[in-house]
């Protein structure tokens, strides 16, 4: 089945520099979609990249998505302890249901300030 | 943006006991929601797809008949763990997409504990 692995699993960032989480899947998507999901929380929507080679800023957010759409990126940019959380990317194949997801491993972010 | 609640946001059952945990759509009609389950400091692993008015559609490993889903109306959904064991307890959350919208809507989730 389909799979969609992120690394790295954990990012300690000094708070101020910038960072980067990968995700591949291992099928083409439709689309890859992230998510912030902070300690105790529930996970939520950052974005949805759609087109091949898409890229998406929000703030200093900056969400790319390959060529191939099999993988995707997230950077950011001057961390702060506010970005403190897991990032999720999660891909949806082409021609799934609804709103069917299949979430990467995630990438949790602790910040030092 | 949508609202989808989810309730209860934690419960303790014994045993062999069952425990229902429900999920809305406060604000939109879901003809999908999904259900998911996560380990502490893992990823969320989609359990099952509830269809409203048709059965839930499973993940491969996933067993229907401990996992029981009923999406009786197009803004609730429940998930019923039967005859609950320790190694159950975990972290259920649910989430549903509005039509015509991108993003998919998390309940704030249900920390189950079997004791």
């Known amino acids: 089945g389909q799979q969609v692995m992120q690394i790295p699993q954990y990012q300690h960032v000094q708070e101020g520099e910038d960072f980067t989480t990968y995700c591949n899947s291992s099928t083409t998507l439709s689309n890859i979609q992230w998510y912030k999901q902070r300690p105790g929380g529930h996970p939520v929507f950052l974005i949805q990249?759609?087109?091949?080679?898409e890229v998406k800023k929000q703030k200093r957010l900056t969400f790319q998505f390959g060529e191939a759409k099999k993988n995707s990126s997230l950077h950011i940019t001057a961390t702060q302890t506010t970005d403190v959380g897991t990032y999720f990317c999660a891909g949806q194949l082409i021609g799934a249901a609804g709103n069917k997801l299949t979430f990467g491993g995630g990438t949790r972010v602790l910040v030092k300030p | 943006g949508a609202v989808v609640s989810q309730h209860p946001s934690w419960v303790i059952c014994k045993s062999g006991t069952s425990v229902k945990i429900e999920c809305r759509s406060l604000?939109?009609?879901?003809?999908?929601m999904f259900w998911y389950r996560q380990f502490p400091k893992q990823s969320l692993m989609l359990m099952a797809t509830s269809n409203e008015g048709s059965k839930a559609t499973y993940e491969q490993g996933v067993e229907k008949d401990k996992f029981l889903i009923n999406h009786a109306s197009l803004t609730l959904s429940t998930l019923t763990v039967t005859s609950a064991h320790p190694e159950d307890s975990s972290f259920y959350i649910c989430?549903?997409?509005?039509?015509?919208?991108?993003?998919?809507?998390f309940g704030q989730g249900t920390r189950l504990t079997v004791v």
């Open positions: 989430s549903a997409t509005p039509d015509r919208v991108t993003e998919a809507f």
């Open positions: 990249l759609v087109k091949s080679g």
């Open positions: 604000d939109f009609q879901a003809t999908t």
